[in-house]
């Protein structure tokens, strides 16, 4: 984590010693975060390290036991703190609102057409009128090239094509902090490229992100922060490239090397090229 | 024989015709009372609250356990005995309710459980309350994994409003039959002709069910 400068924006979130568990099962131990306005962070790791557990602690799909965790201007603790009160309901929409969510399974709402799908949140939580909330979703669909179908059905989708209206149906609620888990892993490897650009797009125009990947090389590519997690917890993070080219660990460069290797399984020099499509699981 | 069959058919036809009425009705009363109370036992099934959840885990094995007819006289015989006496028609609405009510929580139940769990964790990360998500988001998905079961239930609440006949006083088809078939001593005639009064009903029930269920498949 960089150290706080006098000019540098305020952080957006602020996760510290957050512990999670799943019945005995601890899953998050002390894990801290910060993400400052206009931040890209990847969460890189094995599976089962608990990244995606530690974003849906971030929107609060999951409360933590112990930590505190700041998200904009709301206070949220573990529920075995001291003080501990339940967040309202109002609190979580609040929260909800501001903080998107991108699955990595898409989860469209199949029953729902694409337009119907962009414009639930907005009319439902934003309460926009449907008129308006449709140009909204309309004008988004456009962006990522889907404007022509706004009346199909999800099933009738490629899995790029889905994760690029999930990712409209985050963005129309016009949040203040995006969190992907995982976005690409479940499409077949010639699909993640136009999801991908998606996302650096939106990194250009200074969204704040919070991604969990496998992909080292978008990382590297988008990514300000990298924070690297094993065995529950985060083992180092820093730069991105500083943590993708020398990271600092021994755990880091085991893994670093392992999704390489797995990447580019003989020659050598098409590595980068490669881990952009093939480095899942 | 042939003869007198027809005869006899045709001479108790517009009875039957007048029960095929009331049947309906029975039906139409007892369906909605059994959906409407199963939805409340789902949700209480569901409930954050563990007393909610147990009160409705154990009100539907009581009544799943229970014989209708069992639930009938208890319904008509017994209140009356502790003083509160319902109209026959309102004890069969009462009772096929609460029989079928927590059937229909059943299928209710196992509908919701059956929408992946991703789908309440997209409406939720779009900030939709719980109850919002139930409505905009689950129930549309479930509706495909509870028209099946719960039509099928239907048909049985259909047949079991026969029961009636037992406790009088309601005018259904059975009753038509019954009284036809202490008339004329020919009981298979005009209890074969009851079955047949009964069986375009069940066939208009599924009918439209699964034209509903053709809807509901198209989208999903």
């Not at chain 1, 890189?44 to 995606?52: D, E, H, L, N, T």
């Not at chain 2, 919002?132 to 049985?156: C, E, F, K, Y």
């Not at chain 2, 599924?206 to 269920?213: K, L």
Request: hydrophobic share 50%; glycine share 8%.
């Amino acid at each position: 984590m960089p150290p706080a400068t006098e000019d540098a924006p305020e952080p957006v979130i602020e996760a510290s010693r957050l512990c999670k568990r799943f019945g005995r099962n601890a899953v998050l131990e002390d894990v801290d975060l910060r993400v400052r306005l206009g931040e890209v962070v990847a969460i890189i790791g094995p599976s089962g390290a608990g990244k995606s557990t530690f974003l849906r602690c971030l929107n609060h799909l999951h409360a933590f036991e112990r930590g505190r965790l700041r998200v904009l201007e709301h206070e949220l603790r573990g529920t075995e703190e001291p003080g501990y009160a339940r967040p309202t309901s109002a609190t979580l929409t609040e929260i909800r609102t501001h903080v998107g969510m991108v699955f990595q399974t898409f989860n469209l709402f199949p029953h729902l057409t694409v337009l119907e799908n962009v414009t639930l949140g907005p009319t439902e939580v934003r309460r926009l009128p449907r008129a308006q909330a449709e140009d909204l979703a309309l004008q988004l669909l456009a962006r990522v090239g889907l404007r022509e179908k706004a009346r199909a059905y999800p099933r009738r989708l490629s899995g790029g094509q889905q994760q690029r209206v999930a990712i409209c149906r985050a963005l129309a609620m016009q949040p203040r902090v995006l969190l992907f888990d995982e976005p690409t892993s479940m499409l077949d490897p010639e699909l993640v490229g136009e999801v991908l650009a998606v996302i650096r797009e939106l990194a250009e125009e200074g969204m704040t992100m919070v991604l969990a990947t496998h992909e080292m090389s978008f990382a590297r590519d988008v990514a300000d922060t990298v924070v690297f997690m094993a065995d529950r917890r985060v083992v180092e993070s820093g730069p991105a490239v500083q943590v993708l080219t020398e990271p600092r660990e021994g755990r880091t460069r085991v893994f670093l090397r392992r999704v390489l290797e797995r990447a580019a399984p003989a020659v050598g020099e098409a590595a980068p090229a490669a881990a952009e499509g093939g480095t899942r699981g | 024989m042939l003869h007198r069959t027809l005869d006899l058919w045709g001479r108790y036809f517009p009875g039957y015709l007048r029960g095929t009425v009331v049947t309906l009705e029975l039906t139409g009363a007892s369906l909605a009372a059994a959906l409407a109370l199963g939805l409340l036992i789902a949700l209480a099934r569901m409930a954050p609250s563990r007393v909610l959840r147990n009160a409705a885990a154990a009100y539907v094995e009581v009544f799943r356990a229970t014989p209708v007819i069992v639930i009938l006289f208890v319904a008509y015989f017994g209140l009356a005995q502790m003083g509160l006496t319902l109209p026959p028609f309102l004890s069969v609405v009462v009772s096929l309710g609460a029989f079928y009510g927590a059937l229909y929580c059943e299928v209710y139940r196992s509908g919701v459980e059956s929408v992946p769990n991703g789908q309440r964790e997209a409406a939720a990360a779009l900030g939709l309350p719980p109850h919002r998500s139930l409505w905009r988001v689950v129930l549309p998905q479930a509706m495909l994994a509870i028209l099946p079961p719960g039509t099928n239930t239907a048909a049985d609440l259909l047949k079991d409003t026969s029961l009636v006949v037992t406790i009088s006083g309601v005018a259904d088809i059975m009753y038509h039959a019954y009284g036809a078939a202490s008339a004329t001593f020919a009981p298979m005639t005009m209890f074969v002709l009851a079955a047949l009064f009964y069986f375009p009903i069940y066939l208009l029930l599924s009918v439209v069910a699964r034209r509903w269920e053709g809807r509901h498949a198209a989208r999903n």
